[in-house]
């Protein structure tokens, strides 16, 4: 009995890194956390989540990756330095251990140098840049408690990845390994929005994370269908527009998974194909996902979501007709979509019940007016990371509670934030990574990297209408999951080809 039980530790231990990535794409949309109010939490009496620092379950998971990854790191190190101590003794004859230790450190010196220059690519440098700037930027925060949080979320997203892609270059994990937990989680969000909003209420999953919504309670996103009030699907993220984020990722992967599948079976009729782990999964069952995905993607009523998967689609439409030189399906690929585009403004322009209206629109030009005007006044350092709300306080301090939100556009509040600088340093790492990574001619996958730069182009164009991407924990892991991807299978590609 203990030997099985010291067997089943040890499996545990020797695979606890894979486990927690796992279990983090597949719960990390849980909203479980742990509030730490300060001063600041209630502006206007009501409370405000961008100026209260939590800790969340994915926090959690990602803490506890770091820690057991160093702990490993280090035992490696302590043996491979008792290998080293047995080598010297068994050299002392014919070479000084002198000698020998200081053409030890020479060589790991040399090769340490020659590994960061070949290993530095250009999105890393200025990732790395960007990262020192918000940092240097709580200097000049007037609230830095959230200014070293919001900092501190960053950094821990980024060392999750670095970690996921040393994992990966040793052939531990597989993107198709992270994709399934996606794929899991994907399915629970869909169907509990799905059945919130056919209930019209929240479902009681308070332990999952799930927030309490209904149609008649303040703050809850809500569409007007013919004067009756109906919630958007939440699923357990913060705001319907979140989990429409999460959902671009399950179907542009699932679209392209079973498009794939289906070219693949035309091709090779009675070969067989080479098995990996999502190839067990029937094409029925990716089916019925897509299905469950997309229907819960329409019922978040996400405008900023509908307008970038209608965009990208439509774009990836007519770069295939013009590459295979349809001038008539390509004519009239452009004539249906100006007419969608003119029935989508008309609709807005006159509607005052359609989930199209310009109310909403409207409501923001609030929070467009804030950063113009800091953008104004502080355009090269900008306020210090996290500190948009703060501003908002000072500056509009008649606002009622509800009112203190960030600027719906990613690219204004980062300018606000962190200074045209700290734009100008974001954009070149995004370039960057896309220059290096999303080419068409690079080695081809399972996953390809065109369904991860589908994402971050769709991400991208969001961006321009919301938030949530730079202020919001699990929208910013959201932003970060098709880098990862995309980057994990590279490392994974380079290491099978060696």
Same mark, same amino acid.
């Given at each position: 009995?203990?030997?099985?039980?010291?067997?089943?530790?040890?499996?545990?231990?020797?695979?606890?890194?894979?486990?927690?990535?796992?279990?983090?794409?597949?719960?990390?949309?849980?909203?479980?956390?742990?509030?730490?109010?300060?001063?600041?939490?209630?502006? +206007?009496?009501?409370?405000?989540?961008?100026?209260? *620092?939590?800790?969340?379950?994915?926090?959690?998971?990602?803490?506890?990756?770091?820690?057991?990854?160093?702990?490993?790191?280090?035992?490696?190190?302590?043996?491979?330095?008792?290998?080293?101590?047995?080598?010297?003794?068994?050299?002392?004859?014919?070479?000084?251990?002198? @000698?020998?230790?200081? &053409?030890?450190?020479?060589?790991?010196?040399?090769?340490?140098?020659?590994?960061?220059?070949?290993?530095?690519?250009?999105?890393?440098?200025?990732?790395?840049?960007?990262?020192?700037?918000?940092?240097?930027?709580?200097?000049? @925060?007037?609230?830095?408690?959230?200014?070293?949080?919001?900092?501190?979320?960053?950094?821990?997203?980024? !060392?999750?990845?670095?970690?996921?892609?040393?994992?990966?270059?040793?052939?531990?994990?597989? @993107? %198709?390994?992270?994709?399934?937990?996606?794929?899991?989680? +994907?399915?629970?969000?869909?169907?509990?929005?799905?059945?919130?909003?056919?209930l019209n209420r929240s479902l009681g999953f308070r332990i999952l994370g799930?927030?309490?919504?209904?149609?008649?309670? *303040?703050?809850?996103?809500?569409?007007?269908?013919?004067?009756?009030?109906?919630?958007?699907?939440?699923?357990?993220?913060?705001?319907?527009?979140?989990?429409?984020?999460?959902?671009?990722?399950?179907?542009?992967?699932?679209?392209?998974?079973?498009?794939?599948?289906?070219?693949?079976?035309?091709?090779?009729?009675?070969?067989?194909?080479?098995?990996?782990?999502?190839?067990?999964?029937?094409?029925?069952?990716?089916?019925?996902?897509?299905?469950?995905?997309?229907?819960?993607?329409?019922?978040?009523?996400?405008?900023?979501?509908?307008?970038?998967?209608?965009?990208? +689609?439509?774009?990836?439409?007519?770069?295939?007709?013009?590459?295979?030189?349809?001038?008539?399906?390509?004519?009239?690929?452009?004539?249906?979509?100006?007419?969608?585009?003119?029935?989508?403004?008309?609709?807005?322009?006159?509607?005052?019940?359609?989930?199209?209206?310009?109310?909403?629109? %409207?409501?923001?030009?609030?929070?467009?007016?804030?950063?113009? %005007?800091?953008?104004?006044?502080?355009?090269?350092?900008?306020?210090?990371?996290?500190?948009?709300?703060?501003?908002?306080?000072?500056?509009?301090?008649?606002?009622?509670?509800?009112?203190?939100?960030?600027?719906?556009?990613?690219?204004?509040?980062?300018?606000?934030?962190? +200074?045209?600088?700290?734009?100008?340093?974001?954009?070149?790492?995004?370039?960057?990574?896309? !220059?290096?990574?999303?080419?068409?001619?690079?080695?081809?996958?399972?996953?390809? &990297?065109? *369904?991860?730069?589908?994402?971050?182009?769709?991400?991208?164009?969001?961006?321009?209408?919301?938030?949530?991407?730079?202020?919001?924990?699990?929208?910013?892991?959201?932003?970060?999951? *098709?880098?990862?991807?995309?980057?994990?299978?590279?490392?994974?590609?380079?290491?099978?080809?060696?």
């Amino acid at each position: 009995m203990k030997a099985i039980f010291v067997k089943h530790l040890g499996w545990l231990w020797n695979n606890a890194e894979k486990i927690l990535v796992f279990v983090f794409f597949a719960t990390f949309s849980l909203n479980l956390r742990k509030v730490f109010p300060t001063f600041a939490s209630y502006p +206007g009496g009501e409370f405000n989540e961008y100026l209260t *620092p939590s800790l969340n379950w994915s926090d959690v998971l990602i803490l506890s990756l770091i820690i057991i990854y160093i702990i490993k790191k280090l035992y490696s190190q302590d043996k491979g330095t008792k290998r080293y101590q047995i080598y010297l003794y068994n050299r002392k004859r014919l070479l000084s251990s002198i @000698a020998v230790r200081n &053409t030890f450190l020479l060589r790991n010196v040399v090769l340490g140098v020659r590994n960061r220059i070949s290993s530095s690519r250009s999105e890393t440098i200025f990732l790395f840049i960007f990262l020192i700037w918000s940092a240097i930027s709580i200097f000049w @925060a007037s609230f830095w408690i959230i200014a070293v949080y919001r900092l501190l979320i960053i950094l821990l997203i980024v !060392n999750f990845a670095v970690i996921i892609r040393n994992l990966a270059k040793k052939g531990d994990i597989k @993107a %198709e390994f992270i994709y399934i937990s996606l794929l899991l989680g +994907g399915i629970f969000q869909s169907l509990l929005g799905i059945f919130q909003f056919l209930l019209n209420r929240s479902l009681g999953f308070r332990i999952l994370g799930e927030s309490i919504i209904g149609p008649d309670l *303040p703050g809850i996103a809500k569409i007007v269908v013919f004067g009756a009030k109906h919630i958007r699907a939440y699923g357990t993220f913060p705001h319907p527009n979140v989990l429409a984020g999460f959902l671009i990722i399950q179907i542009i992967f699932l679209f392209s998974l079973i498009t794939k599948r289906l070219a693949q079976n035309a091709s090779t009729k009675d070969k067989v194909p080479h098995e990996t782990i999502l190839t067990r999964i029937p094409t029925c069952l990716l089916l019925v996902a897509l299905f469950l995905n997309t229907a819960c993607f329409l019922l978040t009523f996400s405008r900023s979501a509908f307008l970038s998967l209608f965009l990208i +689609g439509l774009a990836l439409l007519l770069a295939k007709l013009a590459a295979k030189r349809k001038l008539i399906w390509l004519i009239m690929a452009i004539t249906i979509f100006l007419l969608l585009l003119h029935g989508i403004l008309d609709a807005s322009r006159h509607s005052k019940i359609f989930f199209l209206s310009t109310q909403s629109l %409207e409501e923001r030009n609030s929070y467009l007016e804030v950063s113009r %005007e800091t953008i104004v006044e502080h355009p090269w350092l900008g306020l210090g990371i996290g500190q948009f709300i703060v501003q908002e306080i000072v500056s509009r301090p008649n606002w009622s509670g509800w009112q203190y939100q960030p600027v719906h556009n990613v690219y204004l509040l980062i300018t606000a934030e962190l +200074g045209i600088v700290g734009l100008i340093l974001f954009l070149m790492f995004l370039l960057t990574f896309i !220059n290096n990574y999303c080419k068409i001619n690079r080695l081809p996958s399972l996953l390809t &990297t065109k *369904p991860y730069c589908i994402i971050i182009f769709s991400f991208l164009f969001i961006s321009f209408f919301d938030h949530y991407f730079w202020d919001i924990k699990s929208g910013m892991i959201i932003f970060a999951i *098709p880098l990862i991807l995309d980057i994990v299978d590279r490392a994974y590609i380079r290491k099978i080809s060696g």
